[in-house]
């Protein structure tokens, strides 16, 4: 990958559309727009040209705008091709981009690029990437919120919301939990049927909880006397519970909880839900514990329950949270180490010694400083034409 070459990528999604915008960046990006467009637009200003290929053919009538470098996105020359949006129109332009010098962008070179040349830090970048990835509001603001602070007593609160939560549904066989899984989820992720130990494995399915991506789980039935196969499907039924961020432990209102139910309530960090109470009324409380009443049949108290679960998913990975990966974590925790040490040193080499050290660690951060093994994973995980 070298900075020495002009790239260019589909900056818009693949396939049929009204338009298609190809984009370039790199010191011969000028001299492609002359052979392409005629000559190149004036800068920063949309202008309507016709494409020609090195034969002189036309290829398409397209906005061109030109970027000259250091004010583009990537720091260095840059443009735009405004292209009609069928296959073959970006495909004639595509060749007559690589007959004229230019090449294909590798997955992430165009902010690669705007990093090297300072147009922005690698907090900067890993936020463009969360901001690509997001998949709710939730995540879309904190990936614009990605900048360097001390927020190391968030409590894994941007992790938590970068990777999403998960939550278990744990109880005996036959009290709805599929059901439960399809009704919160609002499809039919899991097989639902009358007939006991019908999932015996785990079941997964997305859904928002409020802007925070979560995990919901369908766990096999808890129960003894199993046989193999099922066994093994309560094994990982208890791992997913002890791993969950949330546990819904559930029984049918009308039937008394069981031992493994009881076992669970005595946790207390489950959100309890009685299910089937269009059958019958639960009891008001369970050791203290009082559970939601719902009916993943009817819907009756689906409401009730999405709310506590957003409530759940508020307090875990709600509120402001700047720390959205593991390695700002590390870098900052030694920040903060070599800081204190610098405190509380003996004499003045020592704390000079832990600035120091504090220094490279924010620089390490930043990506100012000894990150070369990280760049190829940090943009490798960019789309082509960013």
């Given at each position: 990958?070298?900075?020495a070459d002009t790239i260019f990528a589909l900056a818009t999604g693949a396939g049929r559309s009204a338009v298609a915008v190809l984009r370039l960046s790199g010191p011969g990006c000028g001299a492609v727009?002359?052979?392409?467009?005629?000559?190149?637009?004036?800068?920063?200003?949309?202008?309507?040209?016709?494409?020609?290929?090195?034969?002189?053919?036309?290829?398409?009538?397209?906005?061109?705008?030109?970027?000259?470098?250091?004010?583009?996105?990537?720091?260095?020359?840059?443009?735009?091709?405004?292209?009609?949006?069928?296959?073959?129109?970006?495909?004639?332009?595509?060749?007559?981009?690589?007959?004229?010098?230019?090449?294909?962008?590798?997955?992430?070179?165009?902010?690669?690029?705007?990093f090297l040349h300072g147009r922005m830090d690698l907090t900067e970048a890993e936020g463009i990437a969360d901001l690509i990835e997001a998949e709710t509001e939730a995540q879309r603001r904190q990936a614009?919120?990605?900048?360097?602070?001390?927020?190391?007593?968030?409590?894994?609160?941007?992790?938590?919301?970068?990777?999403?939560?998960?939550?278990?549904?744990?109880?005996?066989?036959?009290?709805?939990?599929?059901?439960?899984?399809?009704?919160?989820?609002?499809?039919?992720?899991?097989?639902?049927?009358?007939?006991?130990?019908?999932?015996?494995?785990?079941?997964?399915?997305?859904?928002?909880?409020?802007?925070?991506?979560?995990?919901?789980?369908?766990?096999?039935?808890?129960?003894?006397?199993?046989?193999?196969?099922?066994?093994?499907?309560?094994?990982?039924?208890?791992?997913?519970?002890?791993?969950?961020?949330?546990?819904?432990?559930?029984?049918?209102?009308?039937?008394?909880?069981?031992?493994?139910?009881?076992?669970?309530?005595?946790?207390?960090?489950?959100?309890?839900?009685?299910?089937?109470?269009?059958?019958?009324?639960?009891?008001?409380?369970?050791?203290?514990?009082?559970?939601?009443?719902?009916?993943?049949?009817?819907?009756?108290?689906?409401?009730?329950?999405?709310?506590?679960?957003?409530?759940?998913?508020?307090?875990?990975?709600?509120?402001?949270?700047?720390?959205?990966?593991?390695?700002?974590?590390?870098?900052?925790?030694?920040?903060?180490?070599?800081?204190?040490?610098?405190?509380?040193?003996?004499?003045?080499?020592?704390?000079?010694?832990?600035?120091?050290?504090?220094?490279?660690?924010?620089?390490?951060?930043?990506?100012?400083?000894?990150?070369?093994?990280?760049?190829?994973?940090?943009?490798?995980?960019?789309?082509?034409?960013?």
């Amino acid at each position: 990958m070298s900075t020495a070459d002009t790239i260019f990528a589909l900056a818009t999604g693949a396939g049929r559309s009204a338009v298609a915008v190809l984009r370039l960046s790199g010191p011969g990006c000028g001299a492609v727009l002359d052979r392409l467009a005629g000559r190149r637009p004036a800068a920063r200003m949309a202008t309507l040209r016709t494409l020609r290929d090195a034969a002189g053919a036309a290829l398409d009538r397209a906005l061109v705008l030109w970027f000259p470098g250091p004010r583009s996105y990537t720091g260095e020359d840059a443009a735009e091709l405004h292209l009609h949006g069928g296959r073959a129109v970006v495909a004639a332009v595509s060749e007559a981009l690589v007959a004229a010098g230019a090449r294909v962008a590798e997955p992430g070179e165009f902010t690669r690029r705007a990093f090297l040349h300072g147009r922005m830090d690698l907090t900067e970048a890993e936020g463009i990437a969360d901001l690509i990835e997001a998949e709710t509001e939730a995540q879309r603001r904190q990936a614009l919120r990605a900048e360097i602070a001390a927020a190391l007593a968030d409590g894994g609160r941007g992790e938590r919301l970068r990777e999403g939560l998960d939550v278990a549904i744990l109880g005996a066989p036959n009290v709805g939990k599929s059901s439960l899984l399809n009704a919160l989820t609002g499809r039919e992720a899991a097989i639902v049927s009358a007939r006991a130990g019908t999932t015996r494995d785990v079941v997964e399915a997305r859904f928002d909880l409020a802007g925070v991506p979560a995990t919901l789980a369908d766990t096999a039935g808890l129960r003894e006397g199993a046989d193999e196969i099922e066994a093994e499907g309560i094994r990982r039924a208890h791992r997913r519970g002890e791993e969950a961020d949330i546990v819904l432990a559930v029984f049918a209102a009308d039937t008394a909880p069981d031992a493994e139910t009881l076992a669970l309530l005595a946790r207390r960090d489950c959100v309890v839900v009685a299910n089937r109470c269009d059958l019958a009324e639960p009891a008001a409380d369970y050791a203290g514990v009082v559970p939601l009443r719902v009916s993943a049949r009817t819907g009756t108290g689906l409401a009730a329950l999405r709310a506590r679960l957003e409530e759940e998913a508020e307090r875990r990975a709600g509120g402001a949270a700047l720390l959205t990966r593991p390695r700002h974590r590390a870098a900052l925790e030694e920040v903060a180490r070599h800081l204190a040490g610098a405190e509380t040193a003996p004499v003045p080499e020592l704390a000079s010694e832990g600035l120091r050290a504090a220094s490279l660690a924010l620089g390490r951060l930043t990506g100012r400083v000894g990150v070369e093994q990280v760049l190829d994973v940090v943009f490798g995980s960019f789309c082509i034409g960013k």
